[in-house]
């Protein structure tokens, strides 16, 4: 399998990145091995705005729910699995912080970025101006539509919402994953956000919800120091 990267992230001296293609087959253990980790840690990913901080001390005891990690501690990576939904990476610029984030749209209507760059200020005195940002492999908005169900909830909540939901007819609208997360880091004070447009309905090396299905596969997005 091939391993996606960022350009920006690959420049950092200090961590170790990817983001799948549907050639990942479920092996943590095997992508840890393949880039030098002890293991990649994942959560029980709910489509929440959980947040999980690991640092100094950490004993995993039980499967932890959430869909964001952050963690300063090395050789484990940290990754989320993702078939449509947005990954999103984090990496401080001293790369002693790192974060991975799934965001589908409960999770950008929630603002999750928002909560982990929060949680990455609050545990390691690191602002959003310090961290790089890289948003991979996820649904366009070539192909993303969502319901009026959906789309007032971002309608009710936010101001900017034209900037990333357009009406398609009566009953339908595009939402676009990458810019109103763009759109949400930017405000958070981001400023150095890398975008990989790769559509995963579009392009069938990707496995992808809306395309295969209930069963659908996923791909793994990780990051960590080492
Ligand atoms: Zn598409």
Redesign the pocket.
């Known amino acids: 399998m091939s391993w996606i990267k960022s350009e920006n992230l690959s420049i950092i001296s200090g961590i170790v990145h990817g983001f799948s293609n549907r050639g990942f087959k479920g092996g943590l253990e095997e992508a840890a091995s393949y880039f030098g980790l002890s293991r990649i840690f994942t959560l029980n990913q709910i489509h929440s705005s959980n947040v999980f901080v690991i640092k100094d001390g950490f004993r995993q005891e039980s499967e932890q729910k959430g869909d964001a990690i952050v963690t300063s501690l090395k050789d484990m990576g940290i990754g989320v699995f993702t078939a449509d939904c947005q990954p999103i990476l984090f990496v401080d610029r001293t790369a002693s912080v790192v974060a991975a984030v799934h965001a589908g749209w409960r999770g950008t209507l929630s603002q999750i970025t928002k909560t982990a760059l929060l949680e990455i200020e609050k545990n390691f005195g690191i602002e959003p101006s310090s961290v790089y940002v890289v948003l991979g492999p996820s ?6 539509e969502v319901g009026e169900d959906v789309a007032s909830l971002f309608m009710n909540k936010f101001d900017n919402w034209k900037s990333y939901l357009l009406k398609k007819n009566d009953s339908k609208y595009i939402l676009d994953l990458k810019e109103a997360n763009r759109i949400a880091l930017v405000e958070e004070g981001v400023k150095d956000i890398e975008i990989i447009n790769i ?5 069938s090396g990707f496995h992808s919800y809306r395309r295969d299905g209930k069963g659908v596969g996923k791909q793994l997005s990780f990051v960590g120091l080492v």
């Open positions: 649904i366009g908005r070539c192909c993303y559509c995963t309905k579009c392009d």
